[in-house]
């Protein structure tokens, strides 16, 4: 079974320049997650897809940030402008049941200078 | 709110020793409660969770943890730690209804030394 795919694995930007970021769930998983993870620190959730509906957003920097999951498989999170505070690793999970088991992607790691 | 404490930022332990990472909650109701661990440059990968029943549990790669309801307790353990478990680990709780998200600690890294 193929895992949470992510892509880029690494990106360097500078502040107000914009970014994306990709995730492939896992095949049939309704439920999809971003989090944000600065460094030595856990993650923390930015959104939560229920196949393509938001379910929680409510920690999105909605000036920001945007997500989107068309046809409700893969999605992208999106920053524009980015800022300083936003270097972190981004992950994407997926589960086949809100709120259980959730599995990782490998993240991509944003640099802003 | 629910809220997740690992009071051990780091932790050092020798090739063979035991281990023990602490892992407190705070949450209305018996929550679901997870291990994850990150090695460098990498996502989470899940070490064993507990959903309801014996409360000992075990996972992959020799851990265990143990539910204690009456501490809110969640401790990962292993009886003899390997060079290879170095790395960063995140207690997490879940709520058992409705769409509530994960909430995470905020890790404890475990150094080996030989």
């Known amino acids: 079974e193929a895992g949470v795919a992510q892509s880029p694995r690494y990106k360097i930007i500078e502040k107000r320049q914009s970014v994306a970021f990709w995730c492939n769930p896992i095949s049939g998983h309704a439920t999809l997650y971003w989090y944000q993870q600065i460094l030595g620190q856990g993650p923390k959730l930015l959104i939560q897809f229920q196949n393509n509906g938001v379910v929680d957003d409510s920690q999105l920097p909605k000036d920001r940030f945007s997500a989107e999951r068309l046809k409700g498989v893969d999605s992208t999170l999106k920053i524009q402008p980015a800022k300083l505070e936003d270097s972190a690793v981004y992950l994407c999970?997926?589960?086949?049941?809100?709120?259980?088991?959730?599995?990782f992607g490998a993240g991509t790691r944003l640099s802003v200078l | 709110a629910q809220s997740v404490t690992q009071p051990d930022i780091h932790i050092t332990v020798s090739e063979g020793a035991s281990l023990e990472l602490r892992c407190n909650y705070s949450?209305?109701?018996?929550?679901?409660l997870f291990w994850y661990v990150q090695s460098p440059g990498q996502g989470l990968q899940l070490l064993l969770k507990?959903?309801?029943?014996?409360?000992l549990v075990q996972g992959i790669k020799g851990f265990e943890a143990e539910f204690k309801r009456s501490q809110s307790s969640f401790n990962l353990r292993k009886p003899s730690v390997h060079w290879s478990d170095a790395a960063e680990y995140f207690c997490?709780?879940?709520?058992?209804?409705?769409?509530?998200?994960?909430?995470f600690g905020k890790g404890t890294r475990l150094s080996v030394i030989a």
């Open positions: 949450y209305g109701a018996t929550p679901y």
């Open positions: 999970a997926s589960s086949l049941v809100s709120g259980r088991l959730q599995y």
């Open positions: 997490a709780v879940g709520a058992r209804s409705g769409n509530t998200p994960l909430v």
């Open positions: 507990y959903f309801s029943g014996d409360t």
